[in-house]
């Protein structure tokens, strides 16, 4: 048996606001109960739903983007009694992370002992019942301790075993953003015959929704800055709209495809919503699991109820959403993107990137020996 210490090393969110509020700190190895498995965490990655638990920013109190309250919070730190989180109000002090790739080193119970030893990645969805929906459904970093530590004890049926060639920093970038998005597409009933407008093209889940898509052999039109459209259109889009060009240049381009298609995966929200609205065709969907631009929005809704257009919300995640991922990187059909990996130990260093220079590909937190 791996040699368990007493003690690890953590990044600790100790409340709602700016970078202040990590802290690395040495804190007791967490104890697992029956039914759970203890993993050593050998890599992590940073996800937008790190910062905005962080900020505050699932508070209904909140109306502008994340980057928008990160600069504010980085001025003058919130009132963590007043902020919420994404499922009720935050409790704090909080170990974050939402991805992890690490290996089990022990277990409860005897019928889960077969696991001590495997390398495997973590379900950072996962549910209080049997049933998966928003009711029941609990986020890892959010609303129990993640993988911003030397180890984290979770469920035994949330750790999946993976046989994969691919480096632990690089199974640590696919469990969110693959997830949400694998998730997205089920819900939203893709496939082949169908086009597909990717929001944020250039996103952990919008590169995610790309290459799931085109997987499926849909047709995928995306939205993102200039100096990444090569690197979205190595992923296989069909189209690519340019977000960076004077606004009244991008409206119209937007203008030009109304109703042209089927689905819209939304990550972003923000005051181009009612325009995108217009390009879903009559009996499309829109399926949205973020609004980092923004999450107050206008909405004519005779657009929605004259096109029979059906709006799904997409957090808690469909049983098979994850099963299938771990299936498409076992037979390699999933190429990660890791930008840079950090020491968990220089996250605010890491989360200061992930804000403020939106890279290609996930940035890794490697744990401390």
Request: charged share 20%.
């Amino acid at each position: 048996m791996a040699h368990i210490p007493k003690t690890m090393i953590a990044a600790v969110t100790t409340g709602t606001g700016g970078y202040e509020k990590l802290k690395i700190r040495e804190i007791p190895t967490p104890k697992i109960r029956s039914g759970e498995v203890l993993v050593k965490v050998l890599a992590a990655s940073v996800n937008n739903t790190d910062i905005n638990t962080r900020l505050g920013w699932y508070s209904d109190r909140v109306d502008n983007s994340t980057t928008q309250l990160a600069v504010q919070a980085n001025k003058k730190s919130q009132d963590t009694e007043q902020l919420s989180g994404w499922n009720s109000k935050t409790i704090f002090p909080l170990i974050q992370g939402t991805d992890c790739c690490g290996v089990v080193v022990k277990a409860a119970d005897l019928g889960a002992q077969n696991l001590v030893g495997k390398r495997v990645i973590v379900r950072p969805c996962t549910t209080l019942k049997d049933s998966h929906n928003c009711s029941t459904s609990i986020w890892m970093g959010s609303d129990y301790n993640g993988s911003f530590a030397n180890f984290i004890s979770i469920s035994t049926k949330d750790a999946f075993p993976i046989l994969s060639h691919l480096t632990d920093a690089e199974l640590a970038s696919i469990p969110c953003a693959f997830g949400t998005a694998e998730n997205m597409l089920i819900k939203a009933g893709l496939t082949d015959n169908h086009h597909l407008l990717v929001t944020g093209g250039s996103g952990g889940v919008g590169t995610a929704l790309i290459r799931l898509a085109k997987l499926r052999g849909a047709k995928v039109t995306a939205i993102t800055s200039a100096e990444k459209v090569n690197l979205v259109k190595v992923l296989g889009c069909n189209e690519i709209i340019d977000r960076s060009v004077p606004e009244a240049i991008f409206l119209e381009q937007i203008k030009e495809r109304k109703n042209s298609f089927d689905i819209i995966a939304d990550t972003v929200g923000g005051s181009w919503f009612s325009k995108l609205f217009d390009t879903i065709r009559p009996g499309g969907k829109y399926v949205c699991s973020g609004a980092i631009a923004g999450p107050i929005v206008n909405l004519d809704l005779r657009k929605l109820y004259l096109k029979d257009i059906t709006a799904i919300g997409s957090t808690s995640w469909i049983e098979e959403s994850f099963f299938r991922i771990v299936d498409l990187i076992e037979s390699n059909q999933i190429e990660p993107l890791v930008h840079k990996s950090f020491s968990l130990t220089d996250i605010v260093r890491a989360q200061k990137l992930f804000i403020e220079t939106k890279p290609f590909g996930k940035i890794a937190l490697i744990p401390p020996e």
